[in-house]
Nanobody, 120 residues
Framework: QVQLVESGGGLVQAGGSLRLSCAASGSIFSINAMGWYRQAPGKQRELVATITNRGSTNYADSVKGRFTISRDNAKNTVYLQMNSLKPEDTAVYYC??????????????WGKGTLVTVSS
């Protein structure tokens, strides 16, 4: 079994910054892609950013130039540095990870989410 735990959410004023972290633990052989998604009230969950195990990144147009995704493979952790935050960035942020477990089974895991609130 694999667990993902997000941290770093909170309340911030528009224009401010936050750094989210997501640590994976459990029966992990390797982690392929990792990503961040978000879900605002009344809206569908949407992609924010993804990063492969080799460091290739992909961003939603709405966050390009403001958010940076990174990962520490030794710590099985993915980060999301969020700068120049806007009220429309308010959402619950979820991380996911494509994990190959020690019994060589691959599965996509999700964290429980962390709330980011940006005040105007």
């Amino acid at each position: 079994q694999v667990q993902l735990v997000e941290s770093g959410g909170g309340l911030v004023q528009a224009g401010g910054s936050l750094r989210l972290s997501c640590a994976a633990s459990g029966s992990i052989f390797s982690i392929n892609a990792m990503g961040w998604y978000r879900q605002a009230p009344g809206k569908q969950r949407e992609l924010v950013a993804t990063i492969t195990n080799r460091g290739s990144t992909n961003y939603a147009d709405s966050v390009k130039g403001r958010f940076t995704i990174s990962r520490d493979n030794a710590k099985n952790t993915v980060y999301l540095q969020m700068n120049s935050l806007k009220p429309e960035d308010t959402a619950v942020y979820y991380c996911n990870a494509d994990v190959t477990s020690r019994d060589y089974k691959s599965m996509l895991y999700w964290g429980k989410g962390t709330l980011v609130t940006v005040s105007s």
